[in-house]
């Protein structure tokens, strides 16, 4: 549960990131009414400050926010003060009549909508680069659908290709590239801080439609991904979406993300370079799953014959002040081998779940160079097998497909006058 005294960046709502729109929300109908939230987020905007003038001014102006706050005792002694009582003035002279100035064109942002326009400006001071890397998915779509085909018989939900793909991100950065967690500080004398996390905690970009059709973005938070084995890794997943579906989402869930995933391939997105919140080193956008646009016209049968398999694009957007190229090459490279089998992925995976099949391993195919002479010899094994069938009648066909001119002693018959 959260301290009754919230940390200064807690506070100003610099430490939830992209979900301080979400908070400056829920504040607002905190000051209207303090009991239309739950009693963990009562009790820290108890000390909250709104990044909001207007929000701000409303709850300096709330006897039931002051009320919440002496319960709490975080009332400061500034606040404690009792207002002044207004004293009689003397009547102001009035002002000469001025000209209204022009109305000015759009309407004002307000609420959630001003807090992600803050966000968004707040991003533009991270100095950010991105790398691109395309993956075949055959794999991972062949892997997924056994997995599958497994727990649907068993009973149990499906697992997605985010799934599968977090993983993925979650084993690269534990096994092969820490950095890739590192965030970037400023001190209090005002120099520039490595800050290096022991654990990867993941945010998760989830898209949430309103009752008036209206959609937002969640973005909650899987801590210490890197700890858990896969199954440990899906059952955290749907719990921190269970909780966001039923609006059970605590102040824990928003704050401690050193990395993001977002998934704009959802909605068929090829590739995306997401901005960057401060307090975290890398965020990673996962395109659609698809065939090359080249051949979307072909026919699918034609395209297996070529080898020809579905890809997508993953892309690393790091803090460049912390995170160099390399190191996000490696990264993606590493993702690009986990997605490929290698690595034991699939295998540690299959044993996870405790599915019963050793997973598919990631072969080259048949050169189409060969293609013609394959076929020819299978329609030779297609003739010899008819040809057996006819001279051996009811004998067993494969018995006597390598020996089609000898025959059992038992079948020759004495030749009578």
């Known amino acids: 549960m959260l301290a009754v005294s919230a940390p200064a960046d807690q506070a100003s709502g610099s430490g939830f990131g992209a979900n301080s729109w979400l908070v400056e929300e829920m504040y607002e109908r905190f000051v209207a009414d303090p009991g239309s939230v739950s009693d963990s987020w009562q009790e820290f905007f108890a000390d909250y400050h709104s990044q909001a003038p207007s929000v701000a001014a409303a709850a300096a ?37 001025e000209k209204p100035p022009e109305e000015e064109p759009g309407k004002p942002i307000r609420g959630a909508s001003a807090a992600i326009a803050r966000n968004m400006e707040a991003s533009l001071t991270v100095p950010t680069a991105t790398s691109f890397r395309n993956v075949p998915a055959k794999l991972l779509e062949v892997n997924r659908k ?12 499906k697992i997605s290709f985010t799934h599968l793909i977090g993983w993925a991100i979650v084993r690269a950065i534990a096994d092969a ?11 209090d004398d005002g120099k520039p801080r490595l800050i290096v996390h022991d654990h990867v905690n993941m945010s998760l970009a989830v898209d949430v439609q309103k009752k008036d059709g209206s959609r937002t973005l969640l973005v909650p938070v ?10 440990g890794f899906l059952a955290a997943y749907e719990e921190i979406i269970r909780k966001v579906k039923s609006n059970k989402l605590t102040v824990d869930d928003f704050q ?21 919140m401060p307090g975290q080193g890398l965020i990673v956008g996962v395109g659609s799953i698809d065939y090359p646009a080249e051949f979307e ?10 080898g020809v398999s579905k890809v997508v694009t993953v892309t690393s957007t790091y803090d460049h002040r912390i995170i160099q190229g390399a190191e996000s090459g490696l990264f993606l490279k590493h993702v690009h081998e986990l997605l490929l089998g290698e690595h034991d992925f699939y295998a540690e995976i299959f ?34 097998l008819i040809r057996v069938h006819r001279v051996r009648g009811g004998d067993d066909p494969i018995r006597f497909a390598g020996s089609s001119r000898t025959c059992r002693a038992s079948s020759i018959q004495p030749r009578t006058a």
Request: neutral net charge; aromatic residues 4%.
């Open 61 to 97: 102006a709330s006897p039931q926010v002051r009320a919440n706050a002496e319960i709490h005792g975080t009332l400061s002694p500034i606040d404690a003060l009792p207002a002044p009582t207004p004293t009689a003035e003397a009547a102001p002279t009035p002002a000469p009549v």
């Open 146 to 157: 056994v997995i599958n085909g497994f727990r649907s018989r068993s009973g149990q939900t």
């Open 177 to 187: 590239v820490p950095a890739m967690k590192n965030s970037y500080a400023v001190g």
């Open 222 to 231: 899987l801590r210490d991904c890197d700890t858990n084995d896969f199954m």
């Open 256 to 276: 401690g993300a050193n990395i993001s995933l977002t998934n704009p391939g959802g909605i068929g997105t090829v590739q995306s370079v997401p901005r960057l």
């Open 297 to 306: 016209g072909s026919d699918h049968r034609n395209l297996s014959s070529l």
């Open 351 to 384: 044993a996870s779940l405790g599915v019963p099949y050793e997973a598919v391993k990631w072969r080259p195919d048949v050169s189409p160079m060969n293609r013609e002479e394959t076929m020819l010899a299978k329609q030779m094994a297609v003739a010899k």
